[in-house]
């Protein structure tokens, strides 16, 4: 069985608990347990003064998953639980290595013998900015924090006293037991690739640059996407809980307000609340993306996928009642529903994508409603995205 041995212990310079520090909507301590559950820790073990909030919310999470989850105080214990024959994974208190970096480290390890220490150089920034986490193996090199040994040198633990570092004591019985070093990759990685929550300051920092990794590059060919990504990234990770769920009852709020709007003859407002139910609809999609990315859930790409064709529907059928509303027959029409199904034909790299964006598409049409242009102007947006399909994508070709 491969077994993992974390802890919650060390705090920072200010009294907080490095275990429960925040990192983008997630405790330090849930994320080090999805690394471990990633790398196929049926059974975590974690050391603690207390069985905090914070620790009995990743026992609740682990156990959901049909793993194991076991708060300790104090080492004592740690030899009736982990058996000879059993693998242990030892992660440092409050250190996040890189998933990535991780995983290629275990891949380069024998699978017959998954055993390794890993190192750091002593010239690493890390090793200068934290020599007392950062424990020194030999001349050149120190631990970097992350360790997979045998079960049997667990046994040994019982010959120390209570109040001994446990995962210290580990690190060196590992060593003894001719557990080979193995450099992380890359040598000295940045410290936002092989974390310590050992500040505050420096973790809220790197929480802002996983929200921006996680929204992803703004596409300003379409505009409403793109500000829909910037309110996201405001947003995250407060607004991950209930943001998702707010916009997706805005979305269908002004969507039906556009359809009743038009349906009275104000053309340009049914229009105007059908871009807003649109943006609306982006921001879900900019906050389910975040969520999914920081912490593994939120809108699946096929409901979102649904919501998006609910919105060109309700789009359309808010167009079409624009330009002939109730009680009155219209043959132009026709063109509203024309117009949004060949902006959901027309490929994202198309040139011609900054009209197939709803929330400016729209807008657009809302503002020739005002002026009394609208059917011109669904003619003409008809006619640019059927030109658009029709001709060759690939200018290069003869």
């Known amino acids: 069985m491969r077994t993992a041995l974390i802890a919650a212990i060390k705090r920072t310079d200010s009294g907080a608990l490095r275990a429960g520090l925040p990192l983008a909507g997630r405790s330090v301590l849930a994320r080090q347990v999805d690394l471990l559950r990633m790398l196929g820790c049926e059974r975590i073990l974690c050391l603690c003064e207390s069985a905090d909030a914070e620790v009995l919310r990743a026992q609740q999470a682990v156990e959901a998953a049909g793993g194991t989850f076991q708060a300790l105080r104090g080492f004592l214990h740690l030899p009736a639980l982990v058996r000879a024959e059993d693998e242990l994974v030892i992660l440092a208190d409050g250190l996040l290595p890189d998933p990535a970096l991780v995983q290629q480290m275990f891949a380069d390890t024998p699978a017959s013998s998954p055993r390794f220490v890993a190192s750091l150089p002593s010239d690493s920034p890390l090793v200068a900015q934290h020599p007392e986490d ?92 793109a500000l829909a990504g910037l309110a996201a990234r ?15 009852l805005g979305a269908a709020v002004f969507g039906l307000g556009g359809m009743a709007a038009a349906s009275w003859g104000w053309a340009a407002s049914g229009l105007a609340f059908a871009a807003i139910g649109a943006l609306a609809a982006a921001f879900v999609g900019a906050l389910g993306a975040i969520k999914r990315e920081l912490l593994g859930e939120g809108l699946p790409l096929a409901q979102f996928a649904r919501l998006r064709l609910a919105v060109d529907t309700s789009a359309a059928a808010t167009l079409l009642l624009a330009l002939s509303p109730a009680g009155s027959i219209a043959p132009l029409a026709a063109l509203g529903p024309v117009a949004l199904g060949l902006a959901r034909l027309t490929p994202p790299a198309s040139p011609l994508a900054m009209l197939t964006d709803r929330g400016l598409l729209l807008a657009l049409l809302a503002l020739a409603a005002a002026f009394a242009l609208l059917s011109h102007a669904t003619a003409l947006v008809s006619l640019v995205l059927l030109g658009g399909l029709l001709l060759p994508q690939d200018k290069n070709r003869g």
Do not use: Y
């Open 134 to 225: 950062f424990e020194r193996i030999d001349a050149a090199r120190h631990w970097a924090g992350l360790l997979v040994m045998r079960g049997a040198s667990v046994q040994h633990l019982a010959d120390f006293p209570p109040d001994a570092d446990a995962i210290s004591l580990l690190l060196r019985l590992a060593l003894q037991a001719g557990t080979p070093c193995r450099e992380v990759s890359g040598g000295s990685p940045a410290a936002e690739a092989w974390l310590l929550a050992s500040d505050e300051t420096a973790l809220a920092a790197q929480g802002q640059a996983l929200i921006f990794r996680a929204a992803g590059a703004m596409d300003w060919r379409k505009p409403s996407a």
């Open 234 to 248: 405001a947003l995250a990770p407060r607004g991950l809980a209930n943001g998702p769920l707010l916009a997706m």
